[in-house]
C-alpha cells in the first residue's frame, strides 16, 4: 500500500505559480509512474502530466510549457511546477503512483486545492 500525501494548493492570482508536492509512503524510485490528475466541478478527473521512472514526461496538451513535473527519489516526493497560471486551471489536484509488481497497483492522494482567481 503506498500512501501519498498531497500539498502546496491554494489561492493564486491568474498569471501567478504554484508548485504541488506529492510526498509517498515508500521509495519512488519503486514506483513505474507518478503523475497529477486534476478534476474541477462538474467535470470528470483528467490527466495534467505524468513521470515515469525512467524520467519520460507526458502532459495534457492545456499545460504544456506551463507546467513541469518532476521527482526527486531521495526525498520520495514528486513535483507539479505550475506557472503562468489560469482561471481554467482552478480544480482539486490529486497525486497517483502506478505501480507494477505481479499486477498493476493505483493508488491516490486525498487531494488539494489550486483556486485561480483575481
Known amino acids: 500500500q503506498v500512501q501519498l500525501v498531497e500539498s502546496g494548493g491554494g489561492l493564486v492570482q491568474p498569471g501567478g505559480s504554484l508548485r504541488l508536492s506529492c510526498a509517498a509512503s515508500?521509495?519512488?524510485?519503486?514506483?513505474?509512474?507518478m503523475g497529477w490528475y486534476r478534476q474541477a466541478p462538474g467535470k470528470q478527473r483528467e490527466l495534467v502530466a505524468t513521470i515515469s521512472s525512467g524520467d519520460t514526461t507526458i502532459y495534457a496538451d492545456s499545460v504544456k510549457g506551463r507546467f513541469t513535473i518532476s521527482r526527486d527519489n531521495a526525498k520520495n516526493t514528486v513535483y507539479l511546477q505550475m506557472n503562468s497560471l489560469k482561471p481554467e486551471d482552478t480544480a482539486v489536484y490529486f497525486c497517483n503512483a502506478r505501480k507494477i509488481t505481479n499486477r498493476l497497483y493505483i493508488y491516490w492522494g486525498q487531494g488539494t486545492q489550486v483556486t485561480v482567481s483575481s
Open positions: 515508500e521509495s519512488t524510485s519503486n514506483i513505474n509512474v
